[in-house]
C-alpha cells in the first residue's frame, strides 16, 4: 500500500485547521500542524511533505520566506512540497510575490473548507498522490476509497464497507438487472440476515444514502443502476 500523502497545516486559525484536519483525515492524508514558525521550520526540515497550506495568522512575509526555502523548485519532478497561501482580500500585492514565488495557490480568507481541501486534493492528484477515486450522480459525489457521501448541500456521510462492496457492484454492471442471488454472491450483507428481504432494505438505505434514483427495482427480477448521464459521455 502507498504511503500516506502528508499535509502541513502552518499557522491556520484553529477553527479552520480543525475542519480541514478531519476532513483530510478521513480521505487517507497524515495532517501535520505547526502553530508556531519555530514549529514549521522543524516540521518542514524534516522533509516528506507533499502539500503545505500556510494560513494568514503568519505574515506574508513569514509565509513567503518558507516557501523560499522548502517550496517545489525547477519544472517536472519538485524537490519540495506545493504551498497553498490563505491571505487577505486586501493583499493583493502579498498574493502577487507569492504566486511569482512558486505558490501553487493563493486563496482568501475567509474560506470555504471544503473548497481548500479540494484544492489540497487536486495538487495531490497532479503529484501522483491523489487518492480519490470519485463517483458523481445527481444530487451526491462519491469518494469510494474513502467511503465518503459528499451531499450538495455540503454535508457528509460515512457508506458502511456492505454498501461500498454493493455500489461497486452496480457501478461494474451498468444497466444489467442484479438478481438477489447476484448480490448475495458478489455483495454480501454485514450480518448474517443477508436473505431475501433483507436485500430490499440494503437497496432502499443505499439509495437514501445517495440520494440516487439510478438504482431501480425491476419488480420479479431484481435491481439495475442505470447511470447518469456524465457516465455515458
Known amino acids: 500500500m502507498a504511503a500516506r500523502a ?6 491556520v486559525a484553529d477553527v479552520v ?9 478521513r480521505r487517507g492524508h497524515d495532517v501535520r500542524q505547526a502553530r508556531q514558525p519555530w514549529e514549521a521550520e522543524s516540521l518542514l526540515a524534516g522533509g516528506g511533505i507533499d502539500v503545505v497550506v500556510v494560513g494568514d495568522s503568519l505574515s506574508q512575509a513569514e509565509g513567503r520566506d518558507l516557501l523560499r526555502r522548502y517550496g517545489g523548485q525547477g ?3 519538485r524537490d519540495g512540497p506545493d504551498f497553498i497561501l490563505i491571505c487577505r482580500p486586501s493583499d493583493l500585492v502579498d498574493k502577487v510575490l507569492a504566486l511569482e514565488l512558486g505558490a501553487a495557490d493563493v486563496v482568501e480568507s475567509p474560506l470555504n473548507v471544503r473548497e481548500l481541501a479540494a484544492r489540497v486534493g487536486g495538487l495531490l492528484s497532479r503529484r501522483g498522490r491523489g487518492t480519490q477515486e470519485l463517483i458523481v450522480l445527481e444530487n451526491a459525489t462519491v469518494d469510494l476509497r474513502s467511503a465518503i457521501v459528499m451531499h450538495r448541500s455540503g454535508t457528509e456521510e460515512q457508506l ?3 454498501q461500498v462492496a454493493l455500489l461497486r457492484l452496480f457501478l ?3 444497466r444489467k438487472v442484479l438478481t438477489r ?22 437497496i432502499v438505505r443505499l439509495r437514501r444514502k445517495l440520494d440516487t434514483e439510478t438504482i431501480t427495482t425491476i419488480r420479479g427480477a431484481g435491481y439495475r443502476f442505470d ?5 455515458t459521455d
Open 6 to 11: 502528508v499535509i502541513a497545516l502552518v499557522s
Open 17 to 25: 485547521a480543525t475542519e480541514l484536519a478531519d476532513h483530510l483525515d
Open 75 to 77: 519544472e517536472g519532478g
Open 160 to 162: 458502511s464497507p456492505g
Open 172 to 174: 461494474a454492471s451498468p
Open 181 to 202: 442471488d447476484d448480490i448475495i454472491a458478489a455483495a454480501p450483507a454485514e450480518n448474517a440476515d443477508a436473505f431475501d428481504r433483507s436485500i430490499d432494505s440494503r
Open 227 to 231: 447511470p447518469p448521464q456524465q457516465f
